[in-house]
């Protein structure tokens, strides 16, 4: 079998290393720089691999049950991946938070003040209780993007950047394409949304800091009513900052109350951050359907993979399976796909 894939970031890169690793010749085409150099939502994404912090959020189980799924790609498929778990802290005031978080969730031990200690000495005397999930994880966007496509490369993938497929000259690639025996997969986010109407974007703003002071292992979630914050460590004493999700398609730059709710946020954290140095500030917009769940859809012979939401790392490596078992064997799983079966079926 032969296979075009549309879009580099996470999503596209995860379907060509897992399509190549099962001998299928594979091209890939992004508009954008190499993906070590690309400014997509890919780029600027936490990494965080956790799958029961976002039961607790999304209250989807089938976020967790995808996620747990990629975790076990990860540890396959990337030496990279740290698996120190995830530590959950609120303020004594937002203790309510705290337990509509455990209500929400499995898979976690309750620290009191000396447990947080073991994990995080820092933050032992800023928070008398905690939950730990340790068999969460996270990688750095950064690291794995440039790594997965010398994998994909290394397996015999053909990555061609610099290609931009815009929608009027889709129709036309995808019979080519269907003619040469080829299938179209596309993983470009918000711009298939002409094809994928119903998608809308979602901005979500992120910041690195740079701070000398503190050292954390793991990523952090800090609760709290109204902005729920989540610190995640790059090494060398770099953290990404984050998240924003405004129902928003406006890709400009980091607004001023976000920068100062996020600087805040990591300051109540812990006050060290704020003497930290601000590296960068990033916005980008995510694509999401109405009911914020992933789908793999076939339309007009391109099948589509859409929808990661803000859940890209986390969902990427179980749809990119779920793409190969339904190119190679036919097989759609009916949680993801939405059409009726006969639009299910490969040609």
Do not use: K
Not at 289 to 307: C, E, S
Request: include cysteine; aromatic fraction near 6%; hydrophobic fraction near 40%.
């Amino acid at each position: 079998m032969q296979v075009t894939i549309l879009g580099g970031g996470i999503a596209g890169l995860c379907c060509g290393v897992e399509l190549a690793a099962r001998g299928v010749e594979v091209e890939l085409l992004e508009r954008g720089a190499p993906p070590s150099g690309s400014r997509g939502c890919s780029w600027c994404a936490g990494g965080m691999l956790a799958p029961w912090c976002e039961l607790a959020d999304a209250g989807e189980p089938l976020i967790a049950q995808l996620g747990m799924e990629s975790l076990s790609w990860w540890r396959s498929h990337y030496p990279g991946l740290c698996s120190a778990g995830t530590l959950v802290v609120a303020a004594s005031r937002d203790r309510a938070e705290l337990e509509r978080f455990a209500a929400a969730t499995r898979h976690y031990q309750r620290l009191e003040r000396a447990g947080i200690g073991e994990l995080e000495p820092q933050l032992a005397e800023r928070y008398e209780q905690g939950l730990y999930l340790s068999e969460e994880a996270h990688v750095d966007p950064r690291r794995v993007l440039p790594y997965l496509s010398e994998r994909f490369c290394a397996l015999g993938g053909r990555l061609r950047c610099g290609v931009e497929v815009p929608d009027s000259e889709l129709a036309a690639l995808t019979q080519t394409a269907l003619r040469r025996g080829r299938a179209v997969v596309d993983c470009r986010g918000l711009a298939a949304r002409a094809a994928l109407p119903e998608l809308r974007g979602v901005r979500g703003e992120m910041l690195l800091l740079q701070s000398r002071e503190m050292q954390l292992q793991r990523p952090v979630r800090l609760l709290h009513p109204r902005l729920p914050l989540y610190v995640v460590p790059r090494g060398e004493g770099v953290y990404m900052v984050g998240a924003t999700a405004i129902e928003s398609d406006d890709t400009g730059a980091v607004t001023a109350r976000s920068a100062l709710e996020l600087l805040s946020a990591a300051y109540a954290l812990h006050p060290a951050f704020g003497e930290a140095r601000i590296l960068e500030l990033g916005a980008q917009v995510r694509p999401a359907f109405p009911d914020n769940l992933p789908q793999i859809r076939r339309a007009d012979g391109v099948l589509y993979v859409n929808g990661l939401y803000r859940h890209g790392f986390l969902l990427a490596p179980a749809l990119a399976r779920y793409v190969a078992e339904a190119l190679l064997h036919g097989h759609f799983h009916p949680e993801l796909t939405h059409e009726d079966q006969a639009e299910r079926r490969l040609a």
